[in-house]
């Protein structure tokens, strides 16, 4: 069975400083890695994605994250923190043997201190 | 602009009251899903339709049933609801049901049960 696991519940930085939400997965073929944003009272958002090919993935609003296929991880970086980033990131999985289901994490809280 | 709409954004119901929580899109994407997201959990997966094909995830509860009429409506039914029910629900859609596809996603309704 595919999961996620996203190991802080929350994560705290500066505004201007370099953010880091981690993330790790388990799956049983090769993974298609999602990140996603929620905004309090709004539904999720797609922020980007990893199919297959190059390790750093750009995606919206200056986020990006890097696959490590040894380390089965895909953490999101952003290399200067908005106030407006404030959020809840969920990370999520698919497996290239699967359907269609996406297997989500418990999501991290972003906390950026003006 | 394109989108997924839910209704409505809080939904207040008794123990044991059916309750229809609504999702509609203009987006005319073939695949439709319904999460449940309680406070500090994954969005869990209930179901997904595939155009008219409906698929239940194994540990949905028979409480749980759904409906989609046509491409751009999809209905959550709760036949009795429990307090364990109270959550988030989320409808999202997908353009089609490979891997690399992305999750469209509404704001979601608030469930409450007294």
């Known amino acids: 069975a595919q999961s996620v696991a996203q190991p802080e519940d929350q994560v705290n930085v500066a505004e201007g400083n370099p953010l880091t939400v981690k993330c790790t997965y388990s799956v049983s073929g090769n993974p298609y890695l999602f990140w996603y944003v929620q905004y309090p009272n709004r539904g999720l958002q797609f922020l980007l994605k990893y199919i297959t090919g190059d390790n750093l993935v750009k995606g919206s609003y200056g986020f990006e994250a890097e696959f490590n296929k040894s380390q089965t991880s895909f953490h999101l970086k952003k290399p200067s923190a908005l106030v407006s980033d404030s959020a809840l990131y969920f990370c999520?999985?698919?497996?290239?043997?699967?359907?269609?289901?996406?297997?989500f994490g418990i999501g991290t809280k972003l906390q950026v201190i003006p | 602009d394109a989108m997924v709409i839910q209704n409505p954004r809080y939904q207040v119901t008794q123990f044991g009251k059916p309750v229809t929580l609504s999702c509609s899109q203009t987006l005319n994407h073939n695949v439709m899903y319904w999460y449940q997201q309680k406070s500090s959990q994954a969005p869990k997966l209930l179901f997904h339709y595939y155009d008219k094909d409906f698929n239940n995830e194994a540990d949905t509860p028979d409480n749980f049933q759904s409906r989609r009429p046509n491409t751009s409506f999809c209905f959550l039914d709760i036949r009795s609801p429990g307090l364990g029910d109270a959550a988030m629900y989320l409808c999202a859609t997908s353009v089609g049901p490979t891997r690399n596809e992305k999750l469209f996603f509404g704001s979601g309704t608030q469930l409450s049960v007294l």
């Open positions: 999520a999985v698919r497996d290239s043997g699967g359907y269609q289901k996406v297997t």
